[in-house]
T-cell receptor
């Protein structure tokens, strides 16, 4: 138990579907992150939120839309995805944006786009 | 057809032996380095970190070595156990608050 919970753990969706990934952290952290992990590739940072404000968007396509209603919750809204978007999506948190090394990861949401 | 992708480096060791996992980092200005462990079906887990003003740091059964001259980082695991089987990632960043850049990862397999 890392203190970061992601749901769903597995998701299969068609290219025209709309779905959302949810992340919740119970660590009292102020920064939250979305990472994409594709097979045999390094982790790719997608979005960063610090105190609910988005501080980084790494040129992520608009079909991925993050939402951070408070410091404990982070969502990734998905729509009109492509098969190449199939990957493990990892949420992480840290005390704040200055402590990017001390990341606590969730177990990920395995997404398959058909 | 067969897909072309990167092959994840692998390391296979006998239980009880010491393991050494290597990582070459890219940015000579990076001043903070971290090793993560990712077991199958789980997210990455922080193992140990080191700042650039150090060349060695020890934890419980793990040691990280930093060679800034050749931009090389290594993770040594003493008396490797089956529970150490996982993918190990190195990561670097500048000024600790900067963007964390992850390496490709090395898959460690421990034979009983």
């Amino acid at each position: 138990e890392t203190g970061v919970t992601q749901t769903p753990r597995h998701l299969v969706m068609g290219m025209t579907n709309k779905k959302s990934l949810k992340c919740e952290q119970h660590l009292g952290h102020n920064a939250m992150y979305w990472y994409k992990q594709s097979a045999k590739k390094p982790l790719e940072l997608m979005f960063v939120y610090n105190f609910k404000e988005q501080t980084e968007n790494n040129s992520v396509p608009s079909r991925f839309s993050p939402e951070c209603p408070n410091s404990s919750h982070l969502f990734l809204h998905l729509h009109t995805l492509q098969p190449e978007d199939s990957a493990l999506y990892l949420c992480a948190s840290s005390q704040d944006r200055r402590n990017t090394g001390e990341l606590f990861f969730g177990e990920g949401s395995r997404l398959t786009v058909l | 057809g067969e897909s072309v992708g990167l092959h994840l480096p692998t390391l296979s060791v006998q239980e009880g032996d010491n393991s050494i996992i290597n990582c070459a980092y890219s940015n000579s200005a990076s001043d903070y380095f971290i090793w993560y462990k990712q077991e199958s079906g789980k997210g990455p887990q922080f193992i140990i970190d080191i700042r650039s003003n150090m060349d060695k740091r020890q934890g419980q059964r793990v040691t990280v070595l930093l060679n800034k001259t050749v931009k090389h980082l290594s993770l040594q695991i003493a008396a490797t156990q089956p529970g150490d089987s996982a993918v190990y990632f190195c990561a670097e960043c500048y000024n600790q608050g900067g963007k964390l850049i992850f390496g490709q990862g090395t898959e460690l397999s421990v034979k009983p």
